[in-house]
């Protein structure tokens, strides 16, 4: 047996219970508990994994609140969550050639790809009989792993901050990229202002834009996230200075504040991932053409808008969900030559994972949390610990 953390109906309904159904209250800490599995066999297209350290996600979030959908209950009262990972190959089936046992890899969450290549399911969240990787070991197909860039210049907590964060956001790029050009070429208009909100995933966005020559902003309430991306020449904006945009008046002064800051222009491309009261600040800061592009939807799932008013300024919403397995491969690539992800000051001990996604949840860490699994790692990442 070995350990992993399990989310169950039972563990929802006694929390939802004891804070009177008020998600205000809620201790996501109190839902996701220390559990014990049986791993796998090992199949002929199988690898065995010893977890190394994995990143707090938000999904993780969503399925111990239930705010979305009450996904334990729908995968039969209890799931074994976690699609981020970094992991030492400990053994391989007999048909896998291309990994060996002591490859450090990391994981993707493209559960079930359709026919073009995107997600039908999530790994560790609706794709049935999934088990996830907030555990010491796992059981996966080789086509769910991918070799992790040791030599990219990022220590090993950086490296495995990246493995879901970094794929959403250059899926998130290409696409919104994508559909700009389409309605502007680059002759016409060769920079662009990007704009992101707070969070992991914008801010590799906006490293992705800047990267290519683009300017970009990052809208955030956190002071520490704003400085490590402002140390990367991408511009802040203090969010709560525009009180997180609780009133029409709010929204009012960010958009003359990203108008004075765009002489005039606005934002060509927006990525949103939070909605809610994001959402509106959001479309009034797009540029004519602009697009508006989120695979998230942290504080709402539903959005409205005046369809008029964006068909006449030409402005395009995209909803993405996750790259393909080939998008996830091209975006390790960039680990450390574009993506330097923020990680917050304290690197969580396996037994603390709960508390990593109750101050998560607090939004009170300072960067990406990183929870150490392994208390031995292989020799060929010790170097990597800062
Ligand atoms: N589809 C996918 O594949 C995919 C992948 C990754 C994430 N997601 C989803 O995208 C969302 C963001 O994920 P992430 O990993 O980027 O998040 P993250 O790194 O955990 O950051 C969350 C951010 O939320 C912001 N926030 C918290 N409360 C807020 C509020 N009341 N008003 C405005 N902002 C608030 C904070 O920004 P400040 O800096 O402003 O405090 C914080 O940095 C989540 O819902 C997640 O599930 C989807």
């Not at 993707?108 to 790994?123: A, K, S, T, V």
């Not at 049935?128 to 070799?147: L, N």
């Not at 990229?177 to 002759?187: A, F, N, S, T, W």
Request: overall charge negative; hydrophobic content about 40%; charged content about 25%.
């Amino acid at each position: 047996m070995s350990r992993a953390f399990a989310i169950t109906a039972e563990a929802i309904a006694v929390e939802t219970e004891r804070v009177g159904g008020d998600l205000e209250k809620f201790d996501v800490g109190n839902v996701i508990r220390l559990d014990e599995l049986e791993p796998a066999e090992v199949g002929p297209n199988d690898v065995k994994l010893k977890i190394l350290a994995i990143s707090a996600e938000h999904n993780v979030d969503h399925a111990a609140l239930a705010d979305t959908v009450n996904i334990a209950e729908l995968r039969g009262g209890k799931i074994f969550p976690g699609n981020s990972a970094l992991g030492e190959v400990v053994a391989v089936g007999n048909r896998v050639t291309r990994f060996v046992p002591g490859d450090i890899v990391v994981t993707h969450c493209n559960g079930e790809p359709d026919g073009f290549g995107y997600p039908l399911r999530i790994w560790a969240y609706d794709q049935p009989d999934s088990i996830g990787w907030y555990g010491e070991e796992a059981v996966v197909g080789d086509w769910q792993i991918i070799p992790a860039p040791l030599d990219c210049g990022l220590n090993l907590w950086e490296i495995a901050a990246l493995p879901l964060r970094a794929p959403t956001a250059y899926h998130l790029w290409r696409r919104a990229l994508g559909i700009y050009r389409l309605k502007v070429p680059r002759e016409k208009q060769a920079t662009l202002n990007v704009l992101g909100f707070g969070g992991g995933v914008s801010e590799l966005f906006l490293m992705l834009a800047k990267s290519e020559g683009h300017r970009a902003f990052f809208c955030s309430g956190s002071a520490d996230r704003r400085s490590h991306l402002e140390g990367m020449g991408i511009e802040g904006i203090d969010q709560k200075q525009f009180n997180r945009f609780a009133e029409r008046d709010d929204v009012k002064a960010f958009s003359k504040h990203v108008k004075k800051a765009t002489g005039g222009t606005g934002a060509h491309i927006v990525c949103d991932m939070l909605r809610g009261p994001v959402f509106p600040a959001g479309v009034a800061v797009a540029s004519r053409m602009g697009v508006n592009v989120s695979a998230g939807w942290q504080l709402d799932k539903k959005i409205g808008y005046d369809s008029a008013s964006l068909s006449v300024r030409q402005i395009t919403l995209d909803h993405t969900h996750f790259e393909t397995i080939e998008g996830c491969h091209a975006a390790t690539e960039l680990y450390g030559r574009v993506f330097k992800p923020t990680i917050h000051e304290e690197i969580y001990a396996f037994e603390d994972l709960p508390r990593a996604m109750a101050e998560m949840h607090a939004n009170i860490q300072t960067g990406i949390p990183i929870v150490r699994v392994a208390k031995d790692l292989p020799d060929s990442v010790k170097s990597l610990v800062p």
